[in-house]
């Protein structure tokens, strides 16, 4: 009679950690939304704990998050300069830019929805920050603020989307490739425009 009890004692110790177990894992999954950091969930570090599920791999999952980043950044930095801008070639390129990343932002996150990874739906601190401060400068000096941000934004974009055309998730790859192809469109445009302002 002892090893039974003993016996059902610990059949039923082990179901319930079980279910503290999966109680745990589910709670994993939950992104913390009030964090700005896209590795948080549930207040901690975590290595895409959600991507598990989708097939995607963390390396997919961080290209998706820092690419949704540089989408935001672009389409409010693109506003701004429709409004502050003094160069028409500044205002049509701020105009294209928000027109294709407006685009490119929207299948990002269809995407990312269907391979259940979260993605931000606004800047860091810092880059909010800076566009506040962008928001400041009118006339000849916004143009070249603005042009010379986005050299260096589509440099580094340019190679964030390489390293996306390299995932092995067949559906990621086709989007970063037909994406980059824009991306570098326009990096050529910004160059070019910022050697005109000088």
């Given amino acids: 009679?002892?090893?039974?009890?003993?016996?059902?004692?610990?059949?039923?110790?082990?179901?319930?950690?079980?279910?503290c177990q999966t109680a745990d894992k589910k709670s994993s999954t939950t992104k913390d939304s009030v964090s700005g950091?896209?590795?948080?969930?549930n207040g901690n570090h975590v290595a895409g704990s959600e991507?598990?599920?989708?097939g995607i791999d963390e390396a997919g999952a961080t290209f998706l998050r820092k690419a949704a980043v540089g989408g935001i950044m672009e389409v409010e930095a693109a506003k701004i300069a429709q409004k502050n801008a003094s160069s028409q070639q500044v205002k049509d390129f701020a105009a294209?830019?928000?027109?294709?990343h407006t685009k490119a932002n929207k299948e990002l996150k269809e995407f990312?929805?269907?391979k259940k990874v979260i993605t931000p739906d606004a800047l860091p601190a810092e880059d909010q920050i800076h566009l506040d401060e962008m928001k400041k400068i009118t006339g000849v000096a916004f143009d070249k603020h603005y042009m010379g941000m986005m050299v260096t934004d589509h440099e580094k974009t340019v190679a964030l989307f390489k390293d996306g055309t390299q995932n092995r998730d067949a559906g990621l790859k086709q989007w970063a490739t037909k994406t980059l192809a824009v991306i570098v469109q326009h990096n050529e445009m910004a160059k070019k425009i910022a050697v005109d302002l000088k």
């Fill in 96 to 100: 294209k830019m928000l027109e294709d």
């Fill in 112 to 114: 990312a929805v269907k």
């Fill in 51 to 54: 991507v598990v599920e989708s």
């Fill in 37 to 41: 950091d896209t590795s948080m969930v």
């Fill in 1 to 19: 009679m002892k090893k039974i009890f003993i016996l059902s004692s610990i059949v039923a110790a082990s179901v319930s950690f079980q279910a």
